[in-house]
């Protein structure tokens, strides 16, 4: 509860993320507040990026109806491609369809680009990675995002050698730009965040 990244910034999202990473899981069910539903997001898509099966469920629906927010439930799971539900759980409502939605668990379909230097990057440390639960793409991101919560895992997995080609990759693409690459990606999610709400949220 109150996560707000996967790239960790507090202890619970590094607690949260390592089991993400390091357990056999057989699929996520994360819980969002429907009328919060762009911050939500942006897990979301790191989710996606991780190629872990999940169902977002869109809790709290009855307090987004109260602002007079409609959110297209099926047209968000079409473009994510994962089971979106909606719960009131104090109440509970919704449960029925959370268990539907567990039968059918997937990995996301929805894929974005960053930028063509952030994607090089991203190439180049994939290549580098070693398999893990997660896709390595979702780790090279965290990489390029200066997450150092990483580093007694990637110590764990990968040669010295290795280790000092990831720095060497990251370092370089750090100079070319006035932006933290951490700033740079998370702006990216943002607006990929914005893009997918502006499809599917309609406020009265």
């Known amino acids: 509860p109150g996560i707000n990244s996967l790239t960790p910034m507090s202890e619970d999202e590094q607690v949260t993320r390592d089991i993400l990473l390091n357990e056999g899981i057989a699929g996520v069910v994360q819980v ?30 009855d307090e987004a109806a109260s602002l007079g927010i409609q959110i297209d ?13 909606e719960t009131v ?14 039968t059918a668990l997937q990995p996301a379909t929805y894929r974005h ?4 230097d952030i994607e090089a990057a991203v190439a180049t440390l994939c290549a580098l990675l070693p398999a893990s639960r997660i896709l390595p793409r979702a ?3 965290m990489i390029l995002s200066g997450d150092k919560t990483l580093l007694e895992w990637l110590q764990g997995h990968l040669s010295p050698d290795a280790l000092d080609r990831l720095d060497q990759v990251k370092t370089e693409l750090d100079r070319r730009h006035n932006e933290p690459l951490a700033y740079r990606i998370q702006k990216e999610r ?4 914005e893009a997918l ?6 406020q009265e």
């Open 32 to 61: 969002a507040e429907a009328k919060n539903l762009r911050r939500a997001l942006v897990i979301t898509l790191q989710l996606a990026e991780m190629g872990l099966p999940f169902l977002l469920d869109l809790n709290m629906a």
């Open 73 to 85: 439930q099926k047209k968000l799971s079409a473009l994510l491609g994962v089971p979106v539900a």
């Open 89 to 102: 759980a104090i109440q509970k409502r919704g449960l029925k369809e959370i268990r539907k939605g567990l």
């Open 113 to 116: 680009r960053y930028p063509a």
């Open 139 to 141: 780790v090279a991101l």
């Open 190 to 193: 943002l607006r990929q965040a």
């Open 197 to 202: 709400l502006q499809q599917v949220l309609r």
